[in-house]
């Protein structure tokens, strides 16, 4: 009985460890929601800018998901690949639940990349965050 309950420890730490280490991936994402949140128009025109899209595309991006982050990271993911983010929101959908990862993956980025990376610790909107490695395309304006 004592060899088990000290199994079943040693297994709850693991536990705990694993999940705080997954925990840590964008884990960035709740203040950058709050912010965003508290200044939805200031928020639209910071993405307007940094990903140069007019405000109706911006609106559609905001309007597919439901948090702020997310809009951003679907951003990101779609200048990281060079696809259009209306692409990069029907393969979100259609992997909901299955992580960033997995996304990324379906939009050929490897998860394992120094970019995909910089995106888990951080944004760049807000110029605070750790995550200020460039996609393509910064910088070129996409119709």
């Known amino acids: ?23 840590a991936d964008f884990d960035w994402t709740q203040d950058f929601n709050i912010r965003a949140e508290a200044d939805s128009s200031g ?45 990069v929101i029907k393969e979100y959908k259609a992997r909901k639940g299955k992580g960033w990862g997995a996304l990324a993956k379906s939009l050929g980025i490897k998860p394992g990349s120094k970019e995909f990376h910089a995106l888990k610790r951080g944004q760049d909107l807000y110029g605070d965050g750790p995550g200020k490695a460039k996609g393509k395309g910064k910088g070129k304006k996409r119709e």
């Open 1 to 23: 009985m004592k060899v088990l309950k000290i199994v079943s420890g040693v297994a709850a730490i693991i536990f705990l460890v694993s999940f705080s280490v997954l925990a």
């Open 43 to 87: 928020f639209k025109a910071k993405l307007s800018t940094r990903f140069h899209f007019e405000d109706a595309r911006i609106n559609v991006v905001l309007n597919s998901v439901d948090k702020p982050a997310d809009a951003y990271i679907i951003l990101r993911l779609g200048e990281m690949s060079n696809k259009p983010p209306e692409y």
